[in-house]
Every structure is written in structure tokens, then in C-alpha cells.
């Protein structure tokens, strides 16, 4: 992680870590350095840098957008404007019609006064750590002035709300039957998903019910989407649902509730689809990439079904990484951010709920016996918001309590700590044969953080 990028990009309290002379610079310098290498191509037959940028609902997006327009068409970029939509939206948008790379103004699951700036590369992928550190240099001043386009050298500004329908066009031709005499709860988290998510499933015929997808810039994320499915498991019930999703602020991410009004989670998500897959024939390596946050009930799942797993470091960006490297095409997290590698190269909130979907129709199955066969650990996480993040998770006091509790747990549990990519906080998770437990040693090594004055 650099000083400014974290795990998913940029983030902070707009105007109080993310500023809009941040946005003003990330955009000049991205300007500047992906115009160095612009070439002429059919669809480009001028030979200009081509950015896509798209935004979520937050108050904030809005004048985060024009900071980086002004800044990216300063320095000789077309802008290609998207508006609100879904950070996969923008990755599918770059990777097919050939721009040199987008932009998704967005924080995620964070509160409405977060923001945040994703940069995906002209592949449609996580930006690369090189190019990250290029961008921090030139934000710390240690890379000189940048030039400005002349006359007829500064960009443009283009009005691109048809990439958002090509993408929802895309969505609408993954789906392999018709979810006709279906009934699905969708909850938008008043967040991206709300402008793409219904016209997806109405066009594939379900009997669609929608709840948060009223933004006002102010109520993305509160009390409502992958981050508070309490909501949508109540809807579910009250309304005889036959499924429920979730998405969080940019649709990245996706929770699912059963017919019951059970959570089925990111793990057995990963579970369903990856023994469909492999019965199917479509689970290239016979391999699902998690990361070390997945339920210890995932992999004794996995193991029963002879399906073998990697484990990267938390972040969908390690995932993809790996999924990469190797040639794998399922993996994710837990919270809900899954990549099909054949359709999408990031998280997919909405595109995971399709793939869910084709399950359960294929197999005529409701979700709650699906996953049913995935037996998960009582698991605790807490985060803990800490003056320093390094200093708090390294402190001895701090790793001699956590190495009490792995002897205490042995081979039936584990303790895990890590700084989250995005936010002063450091999370302490336990799993265990009991909740009670998973709260006792959580709670004990939160307790010495304390002790030590690490908490905020």
C-alpha cells in the first residue's frame, strides 16, 4: 500500500484526506502519462488519451468528477462521462471500446462522506502498483511540472451514457434462462446499482422488488445494502421473496438472502457457483481463489467436493491477481466481491447475483438447500480504529496476546489481524467452535490495543 492508494484506490473524508486539488492532480498526471502512449487506432483515429470516468451517488462524486476532468482535459485527455454507474461497468466499458483507462469515483461500503478514486488500466484491471507509485511521486511534488495541453491539443468532455447501457446489454446476455415467476428482492444501498440493477432483471422477466434505490447523495450505504442485510432478510420474509441480493455503494459486491431470510455470504456464494462450475465442466484448474478471511467451513466444503482452493492476501485486487497468473476463473471474498474471470476482471455485484440465479434455475433448487452444505464457523471481526495502524498491530503486548490465543484455540480455530487498505482500523478475527469464544478472544486482544492506547 502507498501513502495515498490503499488495497482499492484513494480514499478518505472528502475534502479532508481526498481533496479536490487530489483529484485535480490525479487526473493531470493520468493526462499526461497515458497520452505518452496513445497511438492511432480505428477507434481512435486522432490518437488522443481516452479516459471513462463513472461516479456513485455520493454528493461528494459530483465534484470529484469535475476536479478530475478539469485536470485530465488539462492535460490533452477526452473525458468520457458515464455518470452513475457500477465501478464494473467502468471496467467493462475500458477493457472493450479500447480506452487507456478509467476512473470510478467511489468509497465503496463507506459513509457518504467517504469518497474515494478507483483507477482501472486500459485492461479493465486494478491499476499496477508502478504506475500508483508514479501518481503518489507526482502528488508529493518529487516529479516535476507537468505540461499543459495547447489550442487544440485540450481535451474533451463526451457525454457517454450509452457505455452504461452496452454494459447493461451485457449483463442482460450472460443470463442462460428466464427468470420468469421469480420473486428477488434487490436492495441498491441507495448506492451505483440503483440506476442498472432493476432493468436487468425486469428485461429477464423476474417479478422485481426493489428497496434503497431512492439516492439523494446523502444516504448511500445507511441502513441498507451488503453492509446492513438485517434489511433485505426482513423483506425477503415479509414478502414471500424467492431470493434476495445486496449490493454496497459502487455494486462490487454482492450478499445474497435465501428464501428464508438466511444470509448466504461471499463464501458459499463461492461454493454454489464453484460446484456448478465443476460439474459443468467450466472450473478451469478445478480451483476457487479466496482470501485468508474465508470461513475454515468453505475449505472443508471445498475439500468434501474435491475441489481444490488458493488463499491470496484480502483485497479482490490479490484475487484477480492470482485468478491471472494462473489461469483460474472463480474466486473472491467472503464480503461478497466475486470475479467470474470469463465475464469480468473485477468484483461483480450484480453479475454474481446472475450467476446465483443460474444455479438455483438450473438445478431447481432454492438458495437455503444450496447452501446448506457449506457448515460455517462461528466467526467474529471487529474493527478497532487506531491512531496508527502499524504500530497497533506490531506492538509486542499485542502479538504476545495474539499468540496466547492461537495455542488456546489450536487446530479448532483461528486469530487473524490486519490493517484494513482504507481506513484507520485495524481488524481482529477470530473463528472458533463457538461464537462465545470468537467474542472472548477478540475482545481479550482488543483489550491489550487498548491497555497499550492504540484506540481513537
Not at 472493450?96 to 482501472?120: L, Q, R, W
Not at 505540461?147 to 446476455?173: C, E, H, Q, W
Not at 428466464?178 to 428477488?184: A, E, H, L, P, W
Request: hydrophobic content about 35%; aromatic content about 8%.
Amino acid at each position: 500500500m502507498g501513502k495515498y492508494f490503499g488495497t482499492d484506490g484513494f480514499r478518505g473524508e472528502a475534502n479532508v484526506d481526498l481533496t479536490v486539488e487530489h483529484a485535480y492532480e490525479v487526473g493531470r498526471f493520468l493526462g499526461w502519462y497515458y497520452e505518452q502512449k496513445c497511438r492511432v487506432t480505428p477507434r481512435n483515429p486522432e490518437g488522443r488519451c481516452r479516459v471513462a470516468i463513472g461516479k456513485d451517488t455520493r454528493r461528494s462524486s459530483y465534484m470529484f468528477e469535475y476536479a478530475l476532468v478539469a485536470g485530465l482535459t488539462a492535460s490533452g485527455a477526452d473525458v468520457y462521462l458515464l455518470h452513475v454507474t457500477t465501478t464494473p461497468s467502468v471496467s467493462y466499458v475500458v477493457r472493450t471500446e479500447e480506452f487507456d483507462c478509467g476512473i470510478m469515483i467511489s468509497a465503496s461500503h463507506n459513509p457518504y462522506y467517504d469518497n474515494g478514486i478507483k483507477v482501472i488500466n486500459g485492461k479493465g484491471e486494478k491499476l499496477e502498483e508502478d504506475v500508483i507509485e508514479k501518481i503518489e511521486k507526482y502528488l508529493d511534488g518529487e516529479s516535476g511540472k507537468l505540461p499543459f495541453a495547447l489550442r487544440d491539443k485540450v481535451g474533451r468532455t463526451i457525454d457517454y451514457a450509452a457505455g452504461r447501457n452496452r454494459y447493461i446489454g451485457y449483463l442482460i446476455s450472460i443470463a442462460t434462462r428466464s427468470f420468469k415467476n421469480r420473486k428477488v428482492a434487490l436492495d441498491c444501498a441507495n448506492g451505483s446499482a440503483s440506476s442498472i440493477a432493476k432493468n436487468v432483471f425486469d428485461a429477464l422477466g423476474a417479478e422485481t422488488y426493489v428497496i434503497h434505490n431512492n439516492p439523494d447523495g446523502l444516504n448511500i450505504n445507511t441502513n441498507c445494502g451488503s453492509t446492513h442485510i438485517e434489511v433485505l432478510q426482513q423483506f425477503v420474509k415479509d414478502n414471500g421473496c424467492d431470493v434476495g441480493f445486496a449490493y454496497d455503494g459502487d455494486a462490487d459486491r454482492c450478499i445474497a438472502v435465501d428464501e428464508r431470510g438466511e444470509v448466504v455470504n461471499g463464501d458459499q456464494i463461492m461454493y454454489i457457483c464453484g460446484k456448478y462450475m465443476k460439474e459443468n465442466h467450466a472450473l478451469v484448474n478445478n480451483t476457487v481463489v479466496t482470501t485468508i478471511m474465508s470461513n475454515f467451513g468453505l475449505y472443508k466444503a471445498f475439500e468434501r467436493e474435491g475441489i481444490s482452493y488458493e488463499k491470496t492476501a484480502v483485497g479482490d485486487k490479490y484475487v484477480y491477481e492470482n485468478m491471472a497468473r494462473y489461469g483460474n476463473c472463480l474466486g473472491g471474498e467472503q464480503s461478497g466481491h466475486i470475479i467470474f474471470s470469463k465475464h469480468a476482471t473485477t468484483g461483480d455485484g450484480i453479475l454474481t447475483s446472475l450467476k446465483v440465479m443460474e444455479v438455483m434455475l438450473e438445478k431447481k433448487e432454492g438458495l437455503s438447500k444450496l447452501a446448506s452444505e457449506v457448515e460455517i464457523f462461528p466467526q467474529v471481526l471487529k474493527n478497532v480504529r487506531v491512531h496508527d495502524k502499524q504500530t497497533a498491530q506490531d506492538d509486542p503486548k499485542v502479538q504476545e496476546e495474539v499468540e496466547k490465543v492461537t495455542e488456546a484455540l489450536g487446530e479448532d480455530g483461528r486469530i487473524l489481524l490486519r490493517q484494513s487498505g482504507t481506513e484507520p482500523v485495524v481488524r481482529v478475527m477470530v473463528e472458533a467452535s463457538t461464537k462465545e469464544l470468537c467474542e472472548k478472544y477478540v475482545d481479550q486482544v482488543i483489550d491489550v490495543m487498548k491497555a497499550q492506547g492504540h484506540l481513537l
